[in-house]
């Protein structure tokens, strides 16, 4: 059953206007350059913005429609949101970080989800450690094992790489690889990085100012674009993708 995006949301600089029926598995990539609209669009989904002319539904359940004023908050859709950073507690451990947001979910899906979620990112030996003595691919590990916990129907990770060093990046596009290959969540995945989009993204939608100037399968999406360099100071999402490829 694919998920439907449907909502306007007004911008200083422009209207976010999206229209689309997503996969219900695999990574879509939500892709363009800084300003586009991509965090926005994150937002509107996970209900942390209300978009207007709205009908957002996600595994055959509305979580927002204007038409009926069904407006489901942000803490009642399951969804597990990525952001840049992991924001961890510093005196807290990583076990209790874990199980912090599960306080009031003390149901035993909660308890197998999150245990799950420790094995596939073979977090069992930093359980005991202190956020400070971790590496920062390690935090954002345990900050994806986190929103995994939850049993989420989506997941929503909002530039997950960006404040991570080239080193710790390659660290940890494993991890997100057996994510995508592994769990049968349907995931929006936010960056302007065109490596990530190659790698992780079974499709991509292209934004340009608040609008999809491209969306469809990552393959069939990039191989629209040619190689071709342009030496813009200030280059448009598609402008990206070319230069990107040609590098």
């Known amino acids: 059953m694919a998920n439907q995006i449907c909502l306007q949301l007004a911008r200083p600089e422009f209207t976010l206007q999206i229209n689309l029926q997503l996969p219900a598995e695999g990574i879509t990539s939500i892709y363009g350059a800084s300003g586009s609209g991509k965090t926005s669009l994150l937002r509107c989904v996970a209900g942390l913005?209300?978009?207007?002319?709205?009908?957002?539904?996600?595994?055959?359940?509305?979580?927002?429609?204007d038409a009926t004023r069904v407006f489901i908050p942000t803490w009642k859709r399951?969804?597990?949101?990525?952001?840049?950073?992991?924001?961890?507690?510093?005196?807290?451990?990583?076990?209790?970080?874990?199980?912090?947001?599960?306080?009031?979910?003390?149901?035993?899906?909660?308890?197998?989800?999150?245990?799950?979620?420790?094995?596939?990112l073979e977090l069992g030996p930093l359980l005991k450690r202190r956020p400070q003595s971790l590496s920062g691919g390690e935090r954002q590990r345990i900050a994806i094992a986190r929103a995994l916990?939850?049993?989420?129907?989506?997941?929503l990770l909002d530039e997950p790489?960006?404040?991570?060093?080239?080193?710790?990046?390659?660290?940890?596009?494993?991890?997100?690889?057996?994510?995508?290959?592994?769990l049968n969540i349907p995931m929006?995945?936010?960056?302007?990085?065109i490596e990530e989009v190659m790698r992780l993204a079974d499709n991509?939608?292209?934004?340009?100012?608040?609008?999809?100037?491209?969306?469809?399968?990552?393959?069939a999406v990039l191989n629209k674009f040619n190689?071709?360099?342009?030496?813009?100071?200030?280059?448009?999402?598609?402008?990206?993708?070319?230069?990107?490829l040609n590098e």
């Not at 510093?90 to 420790?118: C, P, T, W």
């Not at 916990?149 to 997941?155: E, V």
């Open 49 to 65: 913005e209300k978009a207007t002319h709205a009908h957002i539904e996600v595994g055959g359940e509305c979580w927002q429609d």
């Open 78 to 120: 399951p969804i597990g949101y990525v952001f840049q950073e992991a924001s961890l507690f510093a005196h807290l451990n990583v076990q209790q970080n874990l199980e912090f947001g599960l306080k009031r979910m003390l149901s035993d899906k909660a308890k197998n989800s999150l245990k799950n979620a420790i094995d596939l």
């Open 149 to 155: 916990a939850t049993a989420p129907r989506l997941m």
């Open 161 to 182: 790489l960006a404040s991570l060093d080239i080193p710790r990046r390659l660290e940890i596009l494993p991890w997100l690889e057996t994510l995508r290959d592994e």
């Open 188 to 193: 929006l995945y936010v960056t302007h990085a």
């Open 204 to 219: 991509v939608i292209v934004l340009e100012q608040g609008r999809v100037s491209d969306y469809g399968a990552t393959d």
């Open 227 to 244: 190689p071709l360099y342009l030496p813009a100071r200030t280059k448009t999402s598609t402008q990206l993708i070319k230069a990107e």
